[in-house]
């Protein structure tokens, strides 16, 4: 990689305010004949690291001296005696293309050599000396101006009393007589992320943030950079002012879950009051509000959320939400409209302004380093992003802005999918390498050196723009900085030819390339997206399920949505790439608690799984639990299992009340009675299930058309039945009376045949 390439790369002196204490008094040193060079073995088998504390001066002018101190360490497992230590030099460079291509010469830099001098005292294993050595620009053979790689060689005699090289760094010195030929205007933008240590919910899962802003911790060492800057005052002014305005891009989410730390006992992963960094939190924030106060705060978008991957995954809406202001629509003359149906979930920009007293750039995106697709830029310009940041490797061709075929210019317009698009483009390189300075071989002075010998080289290098040249310098989002070596490079800023800027300086200055293309994407470029894969997907099924809920919700989606999509930004932030474990972990629990929303919406089954109909069309009373904080709009489906006997109706579209009880009438038509197995369902307007179908028994003992119609009609059978009985039974007794009035010897004929 880059910054693992650039550890090794030879570096100018430094200023003084960066200069590390020595741990221990400097060893005497004491010049001797030059003994024969011994064989150097191969690197990994030298037992002693050197550490470089002091290289002093910046720029050495003709007949000066360099002065170099450090510590030397024996990580072998055999004492070394006789220690001797020297500098030699390489061909001098006078351009950056040249620097850069020093970084793969195998030239033993042996141009020029000074003496060896003698460390006096043993070294044995674990064991750690301090030296100081000096040699003058003439022990050097330095005859011009420009930048001289340099070898700091350490020769030692083993058990076996062999002299051979122990130990080395490699760094550079500049000789600097002629005034620069142009100024070059460089900016730093700074880092604030974290990834976030809550789940979907919002609650913490672990106490870690506690220590990374607790002393020395990796944020303590972030904001330390920026309260360690030497401050100047300018003609004209009272008040000092720190040498060198450095922006501060923060992730709100990163101020959001300290000042919820702050605030007093918090839980941790379910167990109450269990955080212990309510102290560090609040003063770190006390900090951070007093290094706002000086310097320029740029909001990322909330939870510095990985645009392109996102993009790639088809899903630019919380991009867009995730932004922190919204985008104006084109047609509403008084502006502030949302493009899109919702408007942006998490304000992030409101919370760093109540929580820092500042008012945060909203207007500008970093977008993290790695290929760029152009419908990302399109999506971030729609989202009321007018500037793009980008890193020099998104870009086809970078030498316009690395300096290395022209002017070193930082401002640029990068081709988006829907034409130019403003850019400010960090030197890949630079950055690179004050990400990695803490890791250099020979120490953060080391890493100082080579930032200024590349800065001096580009001021040297003619220029036609009257404006000169810009660099800016933007370090990985996980930068674990040095604060007293990071700091020296933002002030190395101030050197002759080199002038502090910041980002709005940058944007006004000289343009380095129009319509820059982006560099292409190895293989498919859906494959591109830098988070994983898994975890993208689970991120992409939870946005689904929010999204079909957002059509349920009654009023503004995007107001009663915000923790969640809050939770979806943190799921898919860029703190991710690099721990894609933990992505997953933290994608499948948003997933899980945004299905979870759907559980909390539910049809309550009768008490004893049966409901009972008073009449042919009495209705189906079924109740809609709602659990959730909004009111949603929901669907009933009622079923009976062949649909015979019992007819169901619809009701449409009904609305549940948050956190309460509601009833719904379906109408019903029964033609027979009996009993019916139903199923209800309850659904979102767009289909999506909530909570789970309920089964129901439904009895009736009344009457339905034909029923009634044959029982009526037995009734009047039987009413005709009885009529005639009751009129037989009159006639009969109408003619037995008048048997019994007849007279005496009258015979009737019989009322049968006898046949």
Do not use: C
């Not at 669907?635 to 007819?647: E, F, H, Q, S």
């Amino acid at each position: 990689m880059l910054a693992t390439a650039l550890l090794t790369l030879p570096l100018l002196a430094a200023a003084p305010v960066a200069a590390a204490p020595v741990a221990a008094a400097p060893a005497p040193v004491a010049p001797v004949p030059a003994p024969a060079p011994a064989p150097a073995p191969a690197a990994d088998d030298r037992p002693v690291a050197v550490e470089v504390t002091r290289l002093d001066p910046r720029t050495v002018a003709p007949g000066g001296t360099v002065t170099v101190e450090g510590r030397l360490t024996n990580t072998g497992t055999e004492s070394l005696t006789d220690l001797t230590v020297r500098l030699q030099r390489g061909q001098v460079v006078t351009t950056r293309a040249e620097l850069l291509a020093t970084d793969a010469d195998a030239d033993p830099v042996t141009a020029g050599t000074a003496p060896f001098a003698t460390v006096t005292g043993e070294l044995a294993p674990g064991d750690e000396v301090a030296f100081t050595y000096t040699a003058t620009t003439a022990d050097l053979a330095m005859d011009r101006d420009g930048v001289y790689p340099l070898l700091l060689n350490l020769n030692a005699t083993g058990p076996d009393g062999e002299q051979s090289r122990v130990g080395e760094v490699t760094t550079s010195v500049v000789q600097q007589t002629a005034p620069p030929a142009a100024t070059t205007s460089v900016a730093w933008l700074w880092p604030l992320v974290e990834p976030t240590h809550r789940d979907a919910a919002g609650g913490f899962v672990d106490d870690d943030l506690a220590a990374e802003v607790s002393a020395d911790g990796r944020l303590d060492r972030a904001l330390a950079v920026l309260e360690r800057l030497p401050t100047t005052v300018p003609p004209g002014a009272t008040e000092p002012e720190p040498v060198a305005p450095v922006t501060v891009a923060v992730d709100p989410v990163l101020v959001e879950e300290l000042a919820l730390m702050a605030r007093g006992p918090y839980a941790v992963a379910g167990q109450e009051a269990a955080g212990t960094g309510t102290g560090a939190a609040a003063a770190w924030l006390e900090r951070l509000r007093a290094v706002a106060a000086d310097h320029p705060v740029v909001a990322l978008p909330y939870g510095d959320v990985d645009a392109d991957a996102l993009q790639a995954a088809g899903l630019p809406a919380v991009v867009t939400r995730s932004l922190p202001r919204a985008a104006e629509d084109p047609g509403d003359g008084d502006g502030g409209a949302v493009a899109g149906a919702d408007s942006p979930g998490p304000a992030g920009a409101d919370l760093l302004a109540e929580q820092l007293g500042v008012e945060p750039r909203t207007d500008l995106a970093w977008v993290a380093g790695g290929p760029l697709r152009a419908d990302t830029l399109a999506t971030l310009a729609g989202g009321g992003v007018d500037t793009v940041v980008l890193d020099s490797g998104a870009l086809d061709d970078a030498d316009a802005v690395l300096g290395l075929d022209g002017a070193a210019a930082a401002r640029a317009t990068v081709a988006g999918e829907d034409g130019p698009v403003p850019a400010l483009v960090a030197d890949g390189r630079l950055s690179a390498l004050v990400g990695s300075a803490g890791a250099t071989d020979g120490g953060v002075r080391v890493a100082e050196q080579r930032y200024l010998a590349e800065l001096v080289l580009l001021s040297q290098q003619p220029v036609a723009d009257p404006a000169g040249q810009s660099v800016l310098v933007a370090p990985p989002r996980d930068v674990d900085p040095d604060p007293d070596g990071v700091a020296a490079m933002i002030a190395d800023t101030a050197l002759p030819g080199l002038r502090p800027a910041s980002l709005t300086d940058l944007a006004a200055g000289p343009l380095g390339r129009a319509d820059g293309a982006l560099a292409p994407a190895d293989g498919d470029p859906a494959q591109t997206a830098a988070l994983d894969p898994a975890a993208l997907a689970d991120v992409a099924a939870a946005v689904d399920l929010r999204d079909d809920l957002a059509g349920a919700v009654v009023g503004e989606p995007a107001g009663a949505l915000a923790p969640y999509d809050a939770a979806t930004a943190r799921a898919a932030s860029t703190s991710w790439r690099d721990d894609p474990e933990g992505s997953r972990v933290v994608a499948a629990d948003l997933r899980a608690t945004l299905g979870g929303l759907r559980e909390q919406v539910t049809l309550l089954a009768p008490a004893e799984g049966s409901y009972s109909l008073a009449s042919n069309d009495a209705p189906l009373v079924l109740t809609v639990q709602n659990d959730l904080p909004f009111a949603v709009r929901v669907l009933v489906a009622v079923r009976t299992r062949d649909n015979v006997g019992l007819t169901l109706g619809d009701v449409g579209v009904q609305e549940a009340a948050p956190r309460q009880r509601t009833t719904l009438q379906v109408p019903t038509q029964l033609s027979q009675s009996g009993r019916f197995a139903v199923t209800a369902t309850l659904t979102t307007p767009d289909g999506g299930p909530l909570g789970d179908p309920v089964a129901i028994q439904v009895r009736s003992t009344t009457y339905g058309t034909i029923s009634l119609s044959i029982t009526i009609g037995a009734a009047v059978l039987l009413g005709l039945l009885f009529l005639r009985r009751g009129v037989l039974f009159v006639l009969r007794r109408r003619r037995g009376t008048a048997e019994e009035e007849q007279p005496a010897g009258t015979v009737w004929p019989p009322s049968r045949s006898p046949v």
